[in-house]
C-alpha cells in the first residue's frame, strides 16, 4: 500500500522477464551494458528493437528500462485510459516540473488551461494570425539575421533560429511590442534551454537527495523565470487594470495571453486571475513551442541545402504560385495551395523527429495491467512504443532513408487523382496516426502541431524568397541524447540575402 501511494515513477517495480534489447547472451550486468550499447547508438538500438514481435525490455539512459509493445499491441497502448497508462505522469517526471516550474500547480491537472486553450482558441485563430506572424518573420529576421547581399556568409541555425521562432511565436502568445523584449525573447530561450538541462541532470539525483540539490541545480531556470515574468509583467498588469475599467477591452487583443486573462476572468477563481499564475502559462508555451520549432526547422534547412537544388526551385516556384493565387495574403488557403512546402516538413520530420519514442507512459492502475499477448505490467513499470523504426520502415516508406521532400505531396496528389479524400489529407504534416508518430500519437499528440505547421511553413517561405543558400557537399548528422533526436547544433549553412526577394507580400507583409 505505502509503494501504491507514490507516482508511478517514483517506485521501482519488478520488470517481466523478457529478451532485453541490447544486451549480449552470457554477459555480466546485462541492463547496465544494454542501457549504455542502447544510449550511445539508439537508431541501431531502436531498430533492433522493432524487429522482436513480441513485447521486450529496452533500457536507455534518460528513462530508464521501458517495456517496449511490438507493433500489433500499438492500437491498445493507444486505447489506454489516464488510469491504466499515463502520458501525463511521464511528463511530470521527464521534466520534473515540481522543482522546474516556479509554480507546479500550472501543470497539476491531466488537462491544464494552457491545452486546453490551444486546442479551442490558438488553432482556431491560426488564419487571423497569419498576416501577424508572417509580418514578424520579416521583422525578426531582417534583425538577428544578416542582411547585405554581397556575399554568403556562415550560418548555424542553431544559433539564430531561435530568437526568430521566439520572436514568431511571441508575437501570436503576447502580441506586439511586448514581443520584440530582448528580455522576453531572451529569457523564454533560456528558460527551456535550462529545463531540458536541468531535468536531466535532477532525474539523475537520487529522488531522497532531489529537495536538497534541486534548489541550487534549479536557479539558472529561476533567474530566467524572474527576468521573463519582469519583462512580460507591464503588459499584464496593463490589461489586467484596462479589463477593470473598460468592458470592452478584451476584444483588441487577439493572443495568448488574452485568451489566458480571459479564462481566468470567467473561472472567477483568484489562482487563475494571479499574474503569476497568467504569465506561468505564457512561460510554459515558450518551452513548448520554442526548441520544438526550432529543431524542425534547423532539421529541414539542412535537408534541403544538402540536397539536389531543383528541390528548392521547386518548392519557391510553388509559394510563388499560391502567393500570386491568393493577392499576396497569407491566409489557411494560401498555404493549403502549398503542398510541397508541407510535404518537405513532414519528410525531414519523418527522418528526423524529435524522439525516437513516442509517448512512454508508466502504469498507473495499482494493480497492474495486462497487455492483449497477456504480459502483467505492474504499478510504475514504463512502456513505449518505438517511433523512430516506423517512421524509417521501408514497407510504409520506400528508399526511408532518403530525403525525398515531395514524398507527401506525389502520394497526396495520387489518392485526389482516385477520389481517396480522406487518404489524401493523410498526408498532411500535421496528420498523425500508428505510422507517423513524430508528432506524437493519439490523445496526447501534439495539440500546438497547427500553429507550428503554420508559423513555420510562413518562416521557411520567407527565407526561400529572400535568402539564396549554397549547397552543402553533405548532410550534417543529427545527434543524439539518450532517446532524443537534436539537430545538427554546431554546423552552419551559407546563406546570402537577395538582392530583390522572389516575391513581396502585399500591405507590408514583406
Ligand atoms: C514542430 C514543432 C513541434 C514538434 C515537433 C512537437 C512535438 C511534440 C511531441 C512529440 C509531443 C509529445 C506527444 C506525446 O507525448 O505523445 C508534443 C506534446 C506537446 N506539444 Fe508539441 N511539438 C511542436 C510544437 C508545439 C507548439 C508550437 C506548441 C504550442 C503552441 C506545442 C505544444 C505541445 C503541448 C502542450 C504538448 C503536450 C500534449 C499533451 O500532453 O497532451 N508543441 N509535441
Not at 534489447?21 to 538500438?45: C, F, H, K, Q, Y
Not at 511490438?70 to 488510469?83: G, I, K, S, Y
Not at 524572474?226 to 473598460?246: C, G, I, K, N, Q
Not at 496526447?444 to 500553429?451: D, I, K, L, N, T
Request: glycine fraction near 4%.
Amino acid at each position: 500500500e505505502r509503494v501504491r501511494s507514490k507516482r508511478p515513477y517514483e517506485v521501482r517495480p519488478k520488470l517481466p522477464a523478457l529478451p532485453i534489447v541490447g544486451a549480449r547472451e552470457g554477459e555480466w550486468l546485462p541492463t547496465l551494458r544494454a542501457m549504455w550499447r542502447n544510449s550511445t547508438d539508439i537508431r541501431a538500438a531502436v531498430a533492433a528493437g522493432y524487429r522482436f514481435t513480441e513485447a521486450c525490455l529496452f533500457p536507455v539512459i534518460d528513462l530508464g528500462t521501458a517495456v517496449v509493445l511490438p507493433p500489433a499491441e500499438v492500437a491498445w497502448f493507444l486505447e489506454q485510459p489516464e488510469t491504466k497508462l499515463s502520458a501525463h505522469y511521464h511528463q511530470l517526471d521527464a521534466f520534473q516540473f515540481d522543482y522546474t516550474l516556479t509554480d507546479p500547480q500550472l501543470v497539476r491537472d491531466v488537462k491544464p488551461l494552457h491545452k486546453t486553450l490551444i486546442n479551442t482558441k490558438l488553432t482556431r485563430e491560426i488564419n487571423n494570425l497569419l498576416p501577424l506572424l508572417a509580418d514578424e518573420v520579416a521583422r525578426s529576421v531582417s534583425e538577428v539575421w544578416r542582411t547585405d547581399t554581397d556575399s554568403f556568409r556562415d550560418l548555424c541555425p542553431m544559433d539564430v533560429l531561435p530568437h526568430v521562432i521566439s520572436r514568431v511565436v511571441n508575437r501570436a502568445f503576447v502580441g506586439a511590442p511586448t514581443c520584440y523584449s530582448r528580455a522576453l525573447v531572451d529569457n523564454g530561450i533560456a528558460f527551456a534551454q535550462t529545463l531540458g538541462y536541468t531535468s536531466i541532470a535532477l532525474r539523475f539525483t537520487p529522488q531522497t537527495l532531489r529537495p536538497v540539490f534541486a534548489p541550487l541545480m534549479t536557479l539558472p531556470g529561476k533567474r530566467a523565470t524572474r527576468r521573463f515574468f519582469a519583462a512580460l509583467r507591464p503588459e499584464v498588469d496593463r490589461r489586467l487594470h484596462e479589463m477593470r475599467t473598460d468592458a470592452g477591452a478584451a476584444s483588441k487583443y487577439n493572443d495568448f495571453l488574452q485568451w489566458t486573462i480571459d479564462a481566468a476572468m470567467d473561472s472567477g477563481d483568484e489562482y487563475q486571475a494571479r499574474p503569476r499564475t497568467i504569465m506561468g502559462r505564457v512561460l510554459i508555451l515558450n518551452f513548448v513551442s520554442i526548441h520544438t520549432s526550432t529543431f524542425a526547422l534547423s532539421h529541414v534547412l539542412f535537408d534541403l541545402a544538402a540536397h539536389s537544388p531543383a528541390y528548392i526551385d521547386e518548392l519557391r516556384a510553388e509559394i510563388v504560385g499560391a502567393l500570386e493565387a491568393h493577392g499576396g495574403h497569407w491566409t489557411k488557403q494560401t498555404l493549403a495551395d502549398m503542398p510541397k512546402l508541407d510535404s518537405a516538413f513532414r519528410e525531414s520530420q519523418r527522418m528526423n523527429p524529435v524522439s525516437t519514442m513516442a509517448s512512454p507512459m508508466p502504469v498507473t492502475d495499482p494493480n497492474g495491467i495486462t497487455t492483449p499477448s497477456g504480459l502483467h505490467l505492474r504499478y510504475g513499470t514504463y512502456v513505449a512504443v518505438l517511433a523512430y523504426p516506423i517512421l524509417h520502415d521501408p514497407n510504409l516508406y520506400p528508399d526511408p532513408e532518403t530525403f525525398r521532400p515531395f514524398r507527401f505531396a506525389d502520394r497526396r496528389e495520387t489518392a485526389s487523382q482516385q477520389g481517396l479524400k480522406m487518404e489524401s489529407a493523410r498526408q498532411a504534416w500535421t496528420s498523425v496516426s500508428t505510422t507517423y508518430p513524430a508528432f506524437g500519437m493519439g490523445r496526447h499528440a501534439c495539440p500546438g502541431r497547427f500553429f507550428a505547421s503554420s508559423s513555420l511553413k510562413i518562416t521557411l517561405a520567407y527565407l526561400l524568397m529572400n535568402y539564396d543558400f549554397e549547397k552543402l557537399p553533405e548532410r550534417p548528422p543529427s545527434p543524439t541524447i539518450g532517446f532524443s533526436l537534436l539537430p545538427p547544433l554546431k554546423a552552419s549553412i551559407r546563406f546570402k540575402r537577395r538582392e530583390k526577394p522572389l516575391y513581396v507580400l502585399d500591405k507590408g507583409q514583406d
